[in-house]
Structure formats: C-alpha cells, structure tokens
C-alpha cells in the first residue's frame, strides 16, 4: 500500500483546472516534460535511441530542405518542387526512400500500390483493408446526406440497378468525415516547409461506396463540400465504361478521389490513430499505474501493453497541442487546429466503440466479402479474449472476488471519473466491475486496442502514402460542378516535393518496430 502511494504521488492525473475550458480530451498523465517521468514511465535505452534516431534523421532533411529553400529565395534561384507526371512523384518517392536508406521491403510494398492507385477497385480495397478500414459503414436510408445526389449515380456502375435498389438490398456504404466540419484551410506552415505560403484546403468530403455483384467494393458517388469559402456541395460520380486516362469526365473523378483521399487521411491520422490508439490509451495507461500494485495480476497481464503510451504521448503533446506550431501542421491541411479536430471525434465516442464486434455489428459490416480486416480482427478479438479469460479465471474463484478486489474497482472507476470526466456520462465507461464477465470485456476492450487496433492504423502508413493516392494537403480549392478538369489542374492541386517527402517519412518512421520489439 505504500509503495502505490509512492506511485500515485509521481503519477498525476491533469490538474481538471488545466483541462476546464480547453477542447474535450480525455485526462492524461500531469507531467509533460519527458526527461521529468519517472524512470520506470521513459523508454527502454534501445527503444530511445531508436526513436531518437528517426525523428533526428527526418527532421534533418526537414531542415536542408527549409535551408535550401530560404537560401536559393535570397539568390532568385527558387522554383518549387513540382511535378509535372504521376511519374515523376513515383521517381520522387524512390529518390527519397534510397536518400534515406528506407528499407527495399517497404519501398516495394508502396509501388505495388503505385502501380494500381488510379482504380476503383483499389480505392475499394483501401476502405476495406487500409488503415482507415474502420470507417465503414452501411447506409441505411438515402435521405438526409445523400438525397441530392444519390439519383446521379449512374446505373452502369450499380449492375443496372438504381440507388434504391441497391440500398435496399444492403449494398451500399459510406465513408464520411465530419470531423473535419468547421475546421479552417491549414498551411500556416507551408512557407517554412515549401518556401512559398501556401493555402492547405480543408474540405468536407463524403463518399458513398457500391459492393458489385462479383463482391468488390468500388466507390459510385463523391459528395465535396468547401464550407470554408462558402462553396456549394459538388457530386462526382464514375465516367462512363471505355472512358481514356486523358479525358476530362475521367480526370474529374480522378480528382474528386484525391479531395476525398486527403481529407480521410487527415481524419484517420488524428482521429483514428492519434485519439483513439493513444489520447484513449494514455487513460488506461495513468489508471492502471496508480492503482494497481506491481504485483497484481491484471497488471502484470497489462504490461506489455502499457509500458509505451505515457512517454509516446508525453513526448507527441509536445508536437500535436503547439497552436499552429505543432508537428502535424506540417504536412496536414488540417493540422492547423488539431484540437478542432479532437473535440469533434470525442463528442462521437463511448466505451462501446472499443469492443470491435459490436463496432462491426452497429456499422452493419458483418457480411459483405472481402474484408480481411474486419475478418483478421475479429479472429484476434477471439484470442485476446480467451486468453483473458483464462487469466482471469487464474485470478478470481468466483464474480465476489472482482467485486470485493478495490484495486480493480479503482482502476474502473478512476479510467471513468478522470479519464473521461468531461465527457457525457464518462462515455458509458463503467464505474465498477461487478463480474468476471464484465472484467473480461472491459480488459479485451483494453488490450485490444492497444495491440491489434493500434498496429492495424499504424504499420500500413507508408504502403499507402503515395501522394497521389493520400494526399496530406490538396494547394487548389475543389473543382466546380461545371469546371473542365485537366492533368495540370491536378498536377496543381497535388503536395509538392517537400510536403510529399514529409508524408512519406511520418508514414514509413511510424511503421518501423524498435529494436525491443
């Protein structure tokens, strides 16, 4: 007992008189200078060294690049990094990946993706396999988000069938980012990264996605909204069969993709990675710290799985809360106002969304083919759980046990009431454990995404960050309804070299395992 009061005196929940008046976030651990943790919340050395020596490397080439730029400006040499092909960032990503000494492996794994980028059916299977395949989900009614456009979508791209043909039979499915709503244009740190100030769009993109009769998942519908300049929503749907590359129905649609692309990335970057892998994580982190003593069982069966959330996040506050200086301002259109972006995830989010099978029931994903990642999870769920259980069943005789254990309950009960004290009814977190069964659940919730979930959004950045295929910041505003799309309209549209390069190096560090691992 003494030695947790030990711990609970160095490991603090944020003062609530910090966090009041701030956007929704959930409690995190007080201290927020890394080198001021306790020994046993930093790093392992190895794993240190490593992670000290990626971000030292990337931010190295950063500052050549900012160098470079500010230098050849001063002499009237300047041009900006861009290109003028697809080609020419494909050879840009192979520069910069043998400049770097990225490992051939993972260089291959992109350019296979390069090779098939501008499909349909690709942009299907990164919904359904990416590390944004938790998004999906089937539309139940075509009023409301798509009642002004769903009678645009062609029959040829639905079998023949009409929207609500389609819808009734189950067929049809959306990807969305509301998140993104009312979230200014980024780039206020364009100039430092590109050497010209530069205007990063944040638009509010939706698509709506047709599973075919041959089961393939491929998008039908583009929904494009700039609220910020006051814009009208735009619809973009499929050309026609036989339509060329260099066409302008084809080049639109092409163009649409890429709005939609860039504004999921930039939702699954902060919210599907960021705040639900780490922001929720870290709670479970700093709870479980200060209740439970180094020898308990659940601790012990935590562990593993623990040990990296404070110091990563300690460290990422530091990059992700700086006000229009932060880390992901850098490359992302919306990193400008992360907290904009926070806020709008975690008014959405309860306890319920850590338990995968439920999340895939209440997204009504459970039979459409092709979706490993649904399939890979839920197999993975099965044996955290059984495995849980098991130690669990080691732990405690009978459901008595989990009640009269007070570390437990205070664990449950400080993740609840610090966690997620600002949130709506602590976000359905339960307040006490009554049952090995509700044990079970509520630790497979945590485990799970601390393991599976937070690999699933986290090892396949680089495979898929190929500018033109996830563009981190689109320069142009979105097309017109009625504008004549061209390959340079695109072209201007894309990241330049600088901004590409950034993206390609947070996706491949982000995706490398440390030396401990």
């Not at 790093?43 to 990626?54: D, G, I, K």
């Not at 389609?166 to 499915?173: C, D, I, N, V």
């Not at 601790?299 to 992901?328: D, K, T």
């Amino acid at each position: 007992e003494e030695d947790l009061k030990t711990i609970q005196s160095m490991v603090r929940w944020i003062d609530p008189k910090i966090e009041d008046g701030t956007p929704l976030y959930p409690g995190y651990l007080s201290i927020c200078d890394y080198n001021k943790l306790p020994r046993f919340l930093q790093f392992r050395e190895a794993r240190l060294e490593s992670y000290l020596s990626l971000k030292l490397t990337g931010m190295r080439q950063v500052g050549k690049n900012t160098l470079k730029n500010y230098i050849q400006k001063a002499f009237g040499m300047y041009e900006l990094e861009r290109f003028d092909s697809f080609e020419q960032y494909e050879e840009h990503m192979i520069a910069c990946a043998q400049h770097m000494g990225w490992k051939i492996s993972h260089l291959y794994e992109a350019l296979k993706v390069i090779e098939i980028w501008q499909q349909d059916e690709e942009f299907g299977r990164q919904m359904l396999c990416g590390p944004h395949a938790i998004r999906l989900r089937k539309v139940n009614s075509l009023e409301g988000r798509w009642e002004e456009g769903y009678e645009k979508v062609p029959y040829f791209v639905l079998d023949g069938k009409s929207p609500e043909e389609a819808q009734s039979e189950g067929r049809l499915f959306e990807v969305t980012t509301d998140e993104l709503e009312g979230v200014v244009h980024g780039g206020k740190q364009s100039k430092m990264i590109t050497g010209t100030t530069q205007i990063w769009y944040v638009v509010l993109a939706d698509c709506l996605l047709y599973q075919t009769d041959d089961e393939k998942l491929i998008p039908v519908l583009i929904r494009l909204e700039n609220k910020n300049d006051g814009e009208p929503q735009t619809w973009w749907t499929p050309p026609k069969p036989g339509t060329t590359q260099d066409d302008p129905e084809y080049l639109q649609w092409l163009l649409a993709k890429m709005y939609f692309r860039s504004a999921d990335l930039n939702r699954y970057s902060l919210c599907a990675h960021f705040c639900r892998a780490h922001a929720v994580g870290e709670s479970f982190g700093v709870s479980a710290y200060r209740n439970l003593p180094n020898a308990h069982p659940i601790l012990r069966l935590l562990q593993p799985h623990i040990q990296g959330i404070v110091p990563v996040n300690v460290q990422a506050r530091n990059i992700v809360f700086a006000p229009e200086e932060g880390g992901f301002s850098m490359f992302l259109a919306a990193g400008d106002e992360t907290r904009t972006v926070f806020e709008h995830y975690f008014k959405r989010f309860t306890y319920e969304e850590l338990s995968f099978p439920n999340c895939v029931e209440r997204r009504g994903v459970k039979d459409i083919p092709g979706y490993l990642h649904r399939d890979d999870m839920l197999e993975s769920w099965g044996l955290i759980e059984s495995y849980i259980t098991e130690m669990v069943d080691l732990a405690y005789p009978a459901d008595e046990d989990v009640v009269k254990d007070e570390e437990i309950q205070n664990f449950a009960r400080e993740i609840a009431e610090c966690g997620f004290r600002r949130f709506e009814n602590n976000a359905g977190f339960p307040k006490t454990l009554l049952s090995k069964e509700k044990l079970v659940e509520y630790l497979t919730c945590i485990v799970f995404n601390f393991s599976f979930y937070h690999a699933s959004v986290n090892f396949q950045g680089f495979t898929i960050s190929f500018a033109p295929n996830a563009p981190t910041q689109m320069r142009m505003a979105p097309p017109a309804q009625d504008e004549k799309i061209t390959m340079e309209r695109i072209l201007d549209s894309l990241p330049v070299g600088e901004s590409a390069y950034l993206g390609y190096n947070v996706g491949y560090n982000l995706g490398q395992f440390s030396p401990i691992e």
